[in-house]
């Protein structure tokens, strides 16, 4: 008999623990290896319990899933990191999924389908991702008035990445990065930095 697919559940609301426990306990193809609350405490988890499975929710309290997701696949590189949210259309997937995520699991999944993303991810399979995702990202970048190129910027700003970084990132001159980011403040209504992150995460842009 195959052993089971280890997962490690991140989440900072114990029900969601719970209610994945219910879910998996009478799979035999899957088993719950940890439990974490945190982005932090995920990426140091993953690197101790080396999971088959991380099962990430995309909104932490303490960074972004995606910068999550690049944190855990180099702490454990033979994890896949599948997101499990109750907002299949939010924004920041597209950045998890560039971070490298394997796909993306809605929180109503019945038992059985949640079990088959699993074993699917820890086999190395791509899952596919909301076919609306692209749109839903688009009418809350209207919404806002923000640009593509705006909202990239920010992401990365929010990301902890300096106008310098940004800029050898995305091929822009810093003048153009620090442009892209005023615009996004004036748009956004914010001061500063730190509350355009915040106003974009209220709107589900991060």
């Not at 999944?109 to 949640?114: K, N």
Request: hydrophobic share 45%; net charge positive.
């Amino acid at each position: 008999m195959l052993n089971p697919v280890r997962v490690l559940v991140v989440d900072d609301h114990p029900v969601v623990h719970d209610g994945v426990a219910l879910l998996v306990e009478r799979t035999r193809s899957v088993t719950i290896a940890g439990y974490a609350r945190s982005g932090r405490e995920a990426i140091d988890l993953a690197g101790q319990l080396k999971p088959d499975v991380v099962l990430l929710d995309l909104r932490l309290p303490d960074m972004l899933g995606s910068e999550a997701v690049r944190a855990i696949r180099r702490r454990a590189p033979g994890a896949a990191v599948l997101i499990f949210t109750a907002h299949p259309d939010h924004a920041a997937l597209q950045a998890a999924r560039e971070a490298g995520a394997a796909g993306m699991v809605v929180k109503d999944v019945t038992r059985s389908d949640l079990a088959e993303a699993i074993t699917r991810a820890a086999r190395g399979e791509t899952l596919p991702w909301d076919p609306d995702g692209a749109e839903a990202t688009a009418a809350r970048l209207a919404r806002f008035g923000l640009t593509r190129r705006e909202y990239d910027v920010l992401r990365r700003v929010a990301m902890g990445e300096t106008n310098a970084e940004i800029a050898a990132a995305t091929f822009l001159s810093r003048n153009t990065v620090k442009t892209y980011l005023q615009s996004a403040l004036q748009k956004l209504g914010a001061r500063n930095r730190v509350e355009a992150i915040a106003r974009a995460s209220e709107g589900g842009l991060l």
